[in-house]
C-alpha cells in the first residue's frame, strides 16, 4: 500500500489518507475478522498516530460503516452482472444470489455488525447516508430479480434478498469457528459438517425462500 505523506495538507492528499485508512481496515478485517480491527492496528499500518484518525473518520464504527457502504455497492453489481438480464428459474435465482454473497466474504462479516453496532455509534447525517446507499443497492438488484421471469414481484424480490444478507450474516459468523469451536468440530464431526457449508446451506435457504416468494 503507498505511504500517505505525514502531513495531509490538499484535498488530494486528505482524500489519499483517507483511502490508505479505509485499505488497512479492508485488510485487517479480510484476516483476522470485522470484530478483530481495531483503530491503533488501522493507523499503524498507514505510518499514523491513532488520533490522526479523528480526522478523517469520527470513529472505528465509522470507518468500519464506511466499508459496509461499499460493499452494497459491490453487491448490487456483482448480482447484477451474475444475472445478466436472463431468464431464470427460482432455483437458478437462489443460485445466483447465494453465489453473489460468497464472492463477498467481507460484506457477509460486516452485515452481522452493522445492526448490532456501527449504524446505531454513529451520527444521523452518517447513518442517513449508508441507509440512502443501501436501500438505492437493494432497490436496484429487486427489480434485477423481478426481472428474471422467476415469479417474483417486488415484495417476492424484497423477501429473497431480505433473507438472503440475515443468512449470509449467520452463516458467515458459523464458518469461521473460533479455536475452541475448531478443535470441537474435530472432536465432534457432524457438527462441522453443518457449520462449515456456507454456500452450501445458504443456496438451500435461498432455494425454500425464493420458491416461497414467488406469486401464486
Known sequence: MPQPRQRARSDQDKEVRRTALLTAAREL??????????????????????SALRRYFESRE?????LAEQGWADWRERLVSDLGGRRLSAVEVADVVSGSLDALPLF???????????????????ARKYK???SAAFDIMTAALV?????????????????????????????RPSPTLRRLY???????HTALRFREQLTTVLTAVTLGARRT
Do not use: I, K, N
Open 62 to 66: 465509522e470507518l468500519l460503516l464506511e
Open 186 to 192: 474435530e472432536e465432534e464431526p457432524r457438527w462441522a
Open 108 to 126: 457477509c462479516d460486516l452485515q452481522t455488525h452493522v445492526g448490532l453496532s456501527l449504524e446505531g455509534a454513529v451520527r444521523l447525517e452518517r
Open 29 to 50: 478485517a479480510v484476516e483476522r475478522g470485522v470484530r478483530e480491527v481495531t483503530l491503533t492496528e488501522v493507523t499503524t499500518r498507514v505510518g499514523l498516530h491513532p
Open 132 to 134: 440512502t446507499a443501501a
Open 147 to 175: 426481472e428474471t421471469g422467476a415469479g417474483l414481484d417486488h415484495d417476492g424480490a424484497r423477501t429473497v434478498l431480505t433473507a438472503a444478507m440475515s443468512c449470509a450474516a449467520y452463516l458467515f459468523q458459523l464458518s
